[in-house]
């Protein structure tokens, strides 16, 4: 199975009075570089989203985001601050033991009082083993969506392979009519030299004449790299860092046979191959 390095995926729970959500995002990256986005109260939750994270990723720049929401048609608890209490009543006491006539703090009074009466907060406990839960959920979401994206990106890859054989089907009849061309141009400057008795300019022209000639060696090794390239896609698993070496290599192979060109047709095929590999080299960056 084949990965691209983009994808998104949300997962989210219900906690009674809060839900948890959490949302995981990844774009192309060189290595695996995680970010995440969370209250400090579920800074906790960190160290175990981390690791999934790291045990089932290889590549991609990663953001996480873990967040709760009080659910608006939960029941409200209230609790009391029972430490602030306890102070109010020995404050109370102190007062009414030098002014005994002070009427006592109603109920009233007290529940007013800042800080008295609050709603309680969510189990923040139960909120971080519920996010190791959701982490899973979130990646097994998130690596069907890099499956499906990378399965569409290796079957354009294959077609370009296609397109390059295509054309090295093309170029390989081209070549004898091409030598021979230039090599009836050769034989008439090779003429004029010799008339002049100029061997040096006959062997310059042989040495260079040969070393234009002899491109059957780039094509067998655009050939190997296409196999190879074919190979990597139909085994899946990681391969970005693979085929992207391989456009390089097939790029080489294009920048040769375009300086050894003897003839426009073939010019025109390298410029081609090297357009067809630009293409595939983009969709490589996107591979995990």
């Known amino acids: ?13 219900d906690a009674g009075r809060a839900r948890l959500n959490l949302e995981l995002k990844t774009v192309n990256s060189r290595f695996l570089d995680l970010g995440f986005r969370m209250a400090e109260e579920l800074r906790q939750a960190e160290p175990q989203l981390r690791e999934a994270i790291v045990g089932r990723l290889t590549r991609g720049k990663v953001e996480c985001r873990l967040y709760w929401q009080a659910n608006p048609g939960a029941a409200v608890d209230l609790a009391m601050n029972g430490e602030l209490l306890q102070r109010l009543e020995q404050a109370q006491a102190q ?9 006592a703090l109603s109920v009233g009074e007290l529940l007013r009082w800042p800080g008295v009466l609050g709603e309680s907060g969510p189990d923040f406990d139960s909120l ?3 996010a190791g839960k959701l982490i899973q959920s979130a990646l097994d979401e998130l690596i069907a969506t890099r499956a499906r994206e990378g399965a569409k990106l290796a079957e354009m890859i294959r077609e370009r392979v296609g397109k390059m054989r ?22 008439n400057r090779l003429k004029e030299a010799v008339a002049t008795l100029d061997e040096d300019r006959v062997r310059t022209e042989v040495s260079l004449f040969a070393q234009r000639a002899d491109v ?3 094509f067998s090794r ?25 456009m390089q290599e097939l790029n080489r192979e294009a920048n040769t046979l375009a300086s050894k060109s003897i003839s426009n047709a073939l010019s025109s095929i390298a410029i081609e191959m090297k357009l067809i590999i630009e293409q595939m080299r983009e969709q490589v960056q996107n591979l995990e």
């Open 166 to 187: 295509e054309l090295v089907a093309q170029a390989e009849p081209i070549l004898p009519a091409a030598v021979a061309e230039y090599q009836e141009k050769l034989t």
């Open 222 to 246: 655009l050939r190997t790299h296409l196999d190879e390239v074919e190979r990597v896609l139909k085994a899946g698993g990681p391969a970005g860092k693979r085929l992207d070496f391989l």
């Open 128 to 130: 971080l083993a519920m």
């Open 216 to 218: 059957m060696e780039e």
């Open 1 to 13: 199975m084949i990965l691209s390095m983009t994808g998104y995926a949300v997962q989210s729970s």
């Open 95 to 103: 007062l009414r033991g030098r002014f005994p006539d002070a009427p």
